[in-house]
């Protein structure tokens, strides 16, 4: 099997109680069902790192903790290891490893080499193996300087470098992992993406991402799924989705010499500063290749770059026009 995760037609409802019109209002309340998640399907297959995007109160939480077993689908097919996560819930919690970036699987009273030394007799995890894995996180995530510091007393990137080792500890074969850099500096978030980058390469470690970072997104995975309103508006590589909505790109050249704006149809100059210019447009009009060679056919280069959309600007896109 090479789907590790599957969704088919998944859907998650809630019942909600507002306070109604007329009577006695603590008396009187209306009930209304939110579908959190509406008709979701989707596979992910072994080794893949997807990233899982959109607003707050999209579906993303809530796809998560139905694929780890938290929650029971109000409908659909979920299955993640081909197992039921509802109801194989003690069986597939050996085999995932999980991170919510608000909460902790760490004893906050303890130091955090006894909350490793805790999750090795839950997991049953053989001492051998659980030695080389401590050796080898602690090693790439710095964790030597703070192993013997109650987790209470520790920073929030050093709290979720210990998170990542806890979860991977017991050899999972998918990570799921929620906002995990929420809130970390930026020195804390590029030691977490290498860790990250290294588990998918080299350990085939199944990923899945969901984050409002969309650096993360951009730096880690080469799928994106994007979810509004409890549905999938987009499944796809983020090479595509920025040609499909990413507007504009900018080529920026360096002339040998200062000259005037370089004129090519369907370019607009959007600047120039001595003999370096900025030339903007759009990649379904005219592919970057063609406006290189055009542009160099015409004045002598130096050098010259090209600046894509940013993939945030991308979904935001997505959100106002639709798909």
């Keep these: 099997?090479?789907?590790?995760?599957?969704?088919?037609?998944?859907?998650?409802?809630?019942?909600?109680?507002?306070?109604?019109?007329?009577?006695?209002?603590?008396?009187?309340?209306?009930?209304?069902?939110?579908?959190?998640?509406?008709?979701?399907?989707?596979?992910?297959?072994?080794?893949?790192?997807?990233?899982?995007?959109?607003?707050?109160?999209?579906?993303k939480s809530t796809t998560v903790k139905m694929l780890t077993g938290i929650l029971a689908p109000s409908s659909g097919d979920v299955r993640v290891l081909g197992l039921e996560p509802m109801r194989q819930r003690v069986e597939l919690a050996k085999r995932i490893g999980v991170?919510?970036?608000?909460?902790?699987?760490?004893?906050?009273?303890?130091?955090?080499?006894?909350?490793?030394?805790?999750?090795?007799?839950i997991?049953?995890?053989?001492?051998?193996?659980?030695?080389?894995?401590?050796?080898?996180?602690?090693?790439?995530?710095?964790?030597?300087?703070?192993?013997?510091?109650?987790?209470?007393?520790?920073?929030?990137?050093?709290?979720?470098?210990?998170?990542?080792?806890?979860?991977?500890?017991?050899d999972p074969e998918i990570l799921f992992l929620d906002e995990p850099t929420i809130g970390l500096d930026v020195i804390a978030k590029a030691r977490i993406r290498e860790f990250l980058a290294s588990v998918n390469a080299e350990r085939g470690t199944t990923v899945l991402l969901t984050t409002h970072d969309m650096d993360d997104i951009e730096r880690l995975c080469k799928r994106m799924l994007v979810i509004d309103h409890g549905r999938v508006i987009y499944d796809g590589d983020l090479d595509t989705i920025?040609?499909?909505?990413?507007?504009?790109?900018?080529?920026?050249?360096?002339?040998?010499?200062?000259?005037?704006?370089?004129?090519?149809?369907?370019?607009?100059?959007?600047?120039?500063?001595?003999p370096r210019q900025w030339l903007r447009f759009r990649r379904d009009k005219i592919s970057a290749a063609d406006l290189v060679a055009e542009v160099a056919s015409r004045v002598q280069l130096k050098d010259l770059a090209i600046s894509d959309p940013d993939i945030e600007d991308v979904v935001r896109r997505i959100y106002e026009e639709g798909v």
């Design 99 to 121: 991170v919510f970036g608000q909460r902790t699987q760490l004893w906050w009273d303890l130091p955090l080499s006894d909350s490793f030394e805790l999750l090795r007799h």
């Design 123 to 170: 997991y049953r995890i053989s001492l051998d193996r659980y030695r080389t894995n401590l050796e080898t996180f602690t090693g790439v995530l710095d964790l030597a300087p703070f192993l013997a510091t109650p987790v209470r007393q520790l920073s929030l990137g050093q709290r979720m470098r210990g998170d990542l080792a806890a979860a991977l500890l017991h």
């Design 242 to 274: 920025r040609k499909r909505f990413g507007g504009e790109s900018v080529l920026v050249v360096d002339l040998v010499d200062p000259g005037p704006p370089i004129s090519v149809d369907g370019v607009r100059v959007e600047r120039v500063d001595g």
């Design 1 to 59: 099997m090479t789907d590790v995760v599957h969704l088919q037609d998944v859907r998650k409802t809630f019942r909600v109680y507002r306070r109604g019109g007329g009577g006695l209002p603590r008396l009187r309340r209306e009930r209304t069902t939110v579908a959190a998640v509406d008709g979701v399907s989707l596979d992910i297959e072994r080794a893949e790192m997807v990233g899982y995007v959109g607003p707050n109160g999209a579906g």
